[in-house]
């Protein structure tokens, strides 16, 4: 009876707590639009971050999207060659990467580089009372820290997920077209008469978007909610890639499900 | 000076992002090649679509010159109502033809036009009148049945 | 306007259930060194961020410069703070940005001076704490009392009327607390400042303060000059000031007698 009331305690006080995170969520992500006017005033802190989040992950993002294309375009082949159809490959390769694996694992790939690296950087300055000097410097954290980190978050991601399709597509060339020796005209005229831009790229572009928001808002939520503590900041940093990974992956199923039936 | 080399990194990456953007657009997607931007709205008829959906090809002579915007059923006449949007370079006079046929045995379908011989063309929410449904593969292998059966009966 | 530039009444704060402050009363006179000691715990820091209107007081009231500080709105509270200079426990610098652009940050933001004047401004407080030669170095550079130092030069930075110190002491070696306990003493004069130290460093307070308060159980439990502390029969306050391990503030954590848990 009493380990049956435990386990309902615990039940409750988990619920509550998460709720009451998703609220505190809620509101940074109110409080983040409140402040980017006088973020966006001093336009030089974004274009800071645009840095660190954007061109530094571009190192990883290329030489992965160039291995996913070229593991695109072999595995294509042979199922394709089975069926006579191999010049479908580019179709293929295209097809998979603007959709769903340019923005997916561009997205995963941001979490662990790019949203870690924010978790950490916040929780930090948390641990050190950088935040509360700022505001005891009358300075708001959220004008100053957060808003300029998730715009450049949110312009990042589609650049990079843009960044990863082509490189993609480029790496399955590389395999299909002088490796394996698919005529190239076939590939890429294939490619373009059954990649639709609208339907296709730009539904992409949308879903990079919203994974760019949700990416961004995690790390920063995990990083302003952390214990000030090291066992926090790299528990938070955890949390992190987990709660991004488990968002996009959820995410990219309801966007797929909208953009297909709409 | 560090401004400048954030200002400068900045600048190169959201470059090759345009830049990945417009090699997809254009290399890879169909934006310039057969893009149907400006086009007029015209319906059809059909007693059966089979399964013809929104999105399906138009096409004349194997030409993509358009792609199906909607299918509704029209509950007064109890038949299906598909409006196409055709590329407004092409024209077809307006006794033009239109058939759902089946790209290869098991394909998509798609609406193929055989132009008539009007003088006046189709314009914006012009019926095209002549039109042939699918073609069922249930009611073609019924129909050879109940030929055969019935050449047995002579 | 009263000669005392912050004046705290009757001040209750808790979180949750449990109650920090239990009515406390302490007036800061315009241009003088006060510091306010107490064990740990006994929330010291907890009344700098009152007066800094981090936190709001449960009942009474934090007064600086006759407003009252939990009755402003977030504008209103940032115009209080850019009256005060606060000095975190380890500096909490900003360890993106170097030693000068640290000292700049507060001119930046809420100044419109061309960046020459800044330039000069910057290494004029760089030069106040002894640190001008360490204006291109990052905060990772520093050693622990020159980052505070660092800090203090950013905490002067808008030469404010109030300073607040959350615990300069802690960590630091004997040389550096001397050069910090003289900084206080130095900077308050010459700003003509009020500054408020949060301690619990008795030689070092006592040799540079105007007025100390205690506070313990949520209480001002003494006030007066180090002098007068110094003679104090309360014993509390001479278990606190000469370190004895047993007195008021017993050595044993509230337990039930050691023969009962042992089983004897």
């Not at chain 1, 293929?92 to 790939?109: D, H, I, M, N, S």
């Not at chain 3, 206080?184 to 400042?193: E, H, K, Q, S, V």
Request: with cysteine; aromatic share 10%; net charge neutral.
């Amino acid at each position: 009876m009493k380990t049956l009331f435990n386990f309902f305690e615990k039940l409750g006080n988990s619920i509550t707590s998460r709720v009451l995170r998703l609220g505190a969520a809620t509101r940074l992500i109110f409080l983040i639009f409140v402040y980017s006017g006088d973020s966006f005033k001093r336009i030089h802190l974004t274009i800071r971050e645009v840095y660190f989040t954007g061109v530094m992950s571009l190192v990883i993002i290329v030489v992965s999207a160039f291995f996913v294309g070229m593991v695109l375009g072999l595995q294509g082949y042979y199922t394709l060659q089975k069926y006579g159809s191999s010049e479908a490959i580019g179709v293929l390769v295209a097809l998979a990467l603007v959709r769903e694996l340019g923005p997916v694992v561009t997205a995963l790939l941001f979490a662990g580089r790019a949203g870690t690296a924010i978790t950490a950087e916040i929780g930090l300055m948390k641990a050190t009372e950088q935040l509360s000097a700022m505001e005891m410097m009358a300075v708001s954290p959220i004008a100053r820290i957060i808003a300029p980190r998730f715009w450049a978050g949110v312009i990042a991601m589609p650049i990079l997920a843009s960044i990863f399709s082509m490189v993609g597509v480029l790496g399955g060339y590389v395999v299909a077209v002088p490796i394996i020796g698919v005529d190239e005209g076939a590939f890429w005229s294939q490619m373009q008469a059954n990649v639709d831009f609208n339907f296709d790229i730009m539904s992409g572009l949308i879903k990079s978007l919203v994974f760019g928001v949700a990416c961004t808002i995690i790390a920063l939520f995990e990083g302003f909610d952390a214990p000030p503590t090291a066992e926090g900041v790299s528990r938070a940093t955890t949390r992190t890639v987990v709660t991004s990974s488990l968002a996009i992956l959820a995410l990219d199923f309801v966007l797929t499900s909208f953009m297909i039936s709409g | 000076m560090d401004k400048i080399k954030f200002d400068a990194w900045v600048g190169i990456f959201v470059a090759v992002g345009i830049i990945s953007l417009l090699g997809l657009a254009t290399k890879v997607g169909n934006l310039t090649s057969n893009d149907i931007r400006e086009t007029y709205m015209v319906t059809a008829n059909f007693e059966n679509i089979g399964g013809l959906k929104p999105r399906a090809p138009i096409k004349a002579a194997g030409v993509v010159v358009g792609r199906v915007n909607s299918i509704v059923f029209d509950t007064k006449a109890y038949h299906a109502v598909v409006s196409i949007d055709i590329d407004k370079r092409y024209v077809f006079p307006k006794d033009t033809f239109a058939n759902i046929y089946t790209a290869g045995l098991l394909g998509e379908q798609y609406i193929g036009l055989e132009a008539g011989g009007d003088t006046k063309n189709l314009e914006q929410n012009d019926r095209i009148t002549q039109t042939q449904d699918a073609v069922v593969l249930e009611k073609l292998i019924s129909q050879f049945l109940y030929s055969k059966a019935s050449e047995e009966d002579k | 306007m009263s000669d005392n530039i912050i004046s705290i009444k009757d001040l209750r704060f808790g979180y949750g259930n449990r109650e920090l402050h239990k009515g406390i009363n302490m007036q800061f006179p315009r241009g003088k060194v006060s510091a306010i000691m107490g064990g740990s715990g006994s929330g010291k820091t907890t009344i700098l961020r009152l007066i800094g209107g981090q936190i709001k007081p449960t009942a009474g009231q934090v007064s600086v410069d006759g407003t009252i500080v939990h009755q402003q709105d977030r504008e209103g509270i940032y115009r209080l703070r850019r009256k005060m200079g606060m000095l975190f426990q380890h500096g909490a610098l900003f360890s993106d940005l170097s030693v000068f652009e640290n000292v700049a940050f507060p001119m930046r933001e809420h100044t419109d001076l061309p960046e020459n004047i800044i330039k000069d401004l910057v290494l004029l407080k760089l030069n106040a704490v002894g640190l001008r030669g360490a204006a291109y170095l990052m905060p990772t550079e520093l050693s622990g009392g020159m980052a505070r130092r660092v800090a203090l030069a950013r905490a002067i930075a808008l030469d404010p009327d109030i300073i607040m110190y959350d615990e300069p002491f802690a960590g630091l070696d004997p040389i550096s607390m001397a050069v910090i306990c003289d900084l206080i003493r130095t900077l308050n004069d010459a700003l003509g400042a009020t500054s408020i130290i949060v301690t619990h460093d008795v030689a070092e307070t006592f040799s540079f303060a105007d007025y100390v308060y205690f506070i313990a159980d949520g209480v001002v439990a003494a006030e007066g000059t180090p002098k007068q502390l110094m003679t104090s029969k309360l014993p509390f306050i001479k278990q606190f000031i000469h370190g004895e391990k047993d007195g008021p503030v017993p050595f044993h954590y509230n337990a039930p007698s050691l023969n009962s848990d042992l089983g004897l």
